[in-house]
Structures are given as C-alpha cells and as structure tokens.
C-alpha cells in the first residue's frame, strides 16, 4: 500500500514523545465476542438499563411490518423466557426444519481459551413472529447444530451454521430461497438493492422487541478494503510511532518497515463476504442482528437470501457498533451452496 496513506500522522508521531489519543477508529467487532454468552449472563438486560450507551440494532431502519419477512427466526437462550433479553442471534428458515445463521452465534469461546460449539438443548428458535413477546410465534426446540468446519472462533471468515429444528413450526412461516454460486456473484455488483433485518436495542440501548428492516446496498468489496485498511492504518499509527521512538529506528526506515507492514496486512473483507450499507453511512446491520438475513429484492416479486450478517464495527467508545459506519460484512451464502446441501443430506 502506498506510504500516501498515513505520512503526516508517521512524521508527526515520529517527533513528539507522547503517544496520540485514540485516533477513533471502529474497529471490527472482535469475532470472540459471543452473542449467546452476552445474553445469557444478563448483560444485554443489564446495559438496556443505560440509555446513554450506543445499543446493538438494524441502524438506520424501521419497524417492520407483522408477517414480513416470514422466513427470520430468532435465537433465544434455551429455558429462557421468550423476549429481548433471551434474544441472541437470527437466522432463517431455508427449509422446513433448518434454519441458516453465521458460526459465531452458535460457536463459543471456553474458560480455557478453546471454543467449542452450543449444544443443542442451550439454544429454542422463535418461529412465526415479528415480535420478541411471550406467547408470540411458535418457540421450537433444536435437534443439531453444524457448524462450518473452516470457521475458528478468532477470525471472521466462513461465518456460515445450519441449525435443524426437531420438528417443523407450527405457525405461519415461510422459508427462503438462496443463490448458487453463478448467481451470487450477480448479487454481489456493487448498486444492489439490498434489505438487512434483525431484533437488537435501539438508540440509547433500549431494547425494542419488535423486528426492524433497513434498506441498504451492495458496495464494492475492494472499496470498503481500502476503506479499512486506511482506518486500520490510522488506529496502527500510533502504536508503530511509539515503537520507533522507543527503539531509535531511523526515519527512512521506519517508512520502509510501515510500507510492509501495510502491503502484509489481510483483506478485512475475504472473498467469502459480502459488503453491504449505504455511502453516507448511518445504515447497517450489527450485533444484535448477527445470523439474520440481507434479502434482495428479485425481478417479478419475491426477494433471495444473498448474506447472513456476520461483522459490522466498533463504536470508539468500546460500547456497541458504530452507528455512523458505511458498511457491515456479510457471509456471501452463495459460495457455500455444496456444503449446505451436503449437511443437509447426511442428517435427514
């Protein structure tokens, strides 16, 4: 990557002994962080307690309509009663008993640092409802739980589960196609309309028991690269200036060192995913909506799964997502058509 990025900030780093301040790069979420683990503990009822934290929601959205989008279910903690607080994760019913969702809702770090998958009897899928209420929707029990076998708890990549439900619900619900490999690419063009839906807390981290939507777009995967390469650069810069203080490299080398550096650091956004949100920001998906659905509309009516949620960013508080983000990534389905039909087939 060319030095252009980052030499004001270097040179200047370079000069005054003090560290900078946090530069207020939004990190990606850290793929450790577990969503079944936060509700479970109560936390997520907890900081819904503190209205002046960034909360976890569809940003940018609306309510929407009962009995749209019929294919979403979500994720509750299993024995928990049914509302925000046991809500986790969404996903949606792809067939009469299986429903889609990323890895990491369902694949948990453990005390001594190994992750390992939930168990079936830890999870209860919410079927047939736009409403996180007691009595809503049909609340069904899990058989299996699969998980990419390519996903590890600390990346991103691969973030794609099946989970099959014991018996069919027993409500109104509809399942919903996705595309194959030819397809998907069709989708992932940059100007596809795009619509993201999930449960999660709204502004000031109130939490809203209704289903949001917000319509979005598909943007160009190299774009939001560089776009987070740079950000990461920013947030890097800092430290990197420090270190070439306190060790006494030479300037000229320390841009050498930083050039490599930049052109060694990994895609943000693989191949496996698709990016999606709007160019001025403020609408996207994140962590209360992880496993649900990104939609897009087809020509005749009728709409195609084409992403599974999977990571968004960082508030630079630390607290919640980054409401003013240009995009979240989501898992490009697509790509793992052969490997959902042969779950599928080995567990009738």
């Known amino acids: 990557m060319p030095r252009r990025f980052l030499p004001a900030a270097l040179a200047l780093l370079l000069t005054v002994p003090a560290l900078a301040e946090e530069t207020g ?47 979403q279910v979500a994720l509750l903690v299993g024995g928990a009663p049914v509302g925000t607080d046991a809500q986790f994760c969404g996903g949606s019913m792809v067939m009469d008993r299986w429903v889609l ?16 998958d939930l ?32 996903y590890q708890g600390t990346q991103f990549d691969f973030d794609i589960a099946l989970i099959k439900l014991s018996r069919a619900p027993q409500v109104p619900y ?45 943007l160009d995967r190299a774009l939001c690269n560089q776009a ?29 060192i930083w050039d490599e550096l930049i052109a060694r650091a990994p895609e943000s956004v693989s191949e496996n995913m698709i990016c999606s949100g709007t160019f001025e920001g403020g ?23 084409a992403g599974i949620v999977s990571w968004g960013l960082s508030a630079t508080s630390g607290q919640g997502c980054e409401e003013t983000a240009l995009f979240s ?11 959902l039909n042969e779950v599928i087939a080995a567990n009738p």
């Open 25 to 71: 790069f939004a990190a990606p979420k850290a793929a450790t962080a577990s969503p079944y683990l936060y509700a479970k503990s109560g936390a997520k009822a907890e900081r819904a307690k503190s209205a002046g934290e960034a909360g976890a929601k569809v940003i940018g959205g609306e309510v929407a309509a009962e009995g749209a989008w019929p294919w």
């Open 101 to 116: 969702t990323a890895a990491h809702c369902v694949h948990m770090p453990q005390d001594d640092g190994s992750f390992a």
């Open 119 to 150: 168990r079936p009897e830890e999870v209860n899928i919410l079927v047939g409802t736009n409403t996180l209420a007691p009595g809503a929707g049909d609340l069904i029990p899990v058989e299996g739980i699969f998980r990419h076998p390519s």
């Open 174 to 218: 509809q399942t919903i196609e996705v595309p194959d490999a030819e397809y998907g690419d069709l989708l992932n063009q940059q100007g596809v309309t795009t619509i993201v839906t999930g449960w999660g807390l709204q502004e000031g981290a109130q939490p809203s028991p209704e289903l949001r939507q917000a319509q979005i777009q598909v």
């Open 228 to 256: 987070m390469l740079e950000a990461r650069a920013e947030d890097a810069a800092g430290g990197f200036g420090y270190a070439v203080q306190t060790l006494g490299i030479a300037e000229q080398d320390a841009y050498a």
């Open 283 to 305: 609408k996207t998906s994140c962590n209360g909506d992880s496993g649900g659905p990104l939609v897009v509309p087809v020509d005749g009516g009728g709409y195609i799964q």
């Open 329 to 339: 990534a989501y898992t490009n389905i697509s790509k793992f058509v052969p490997w």
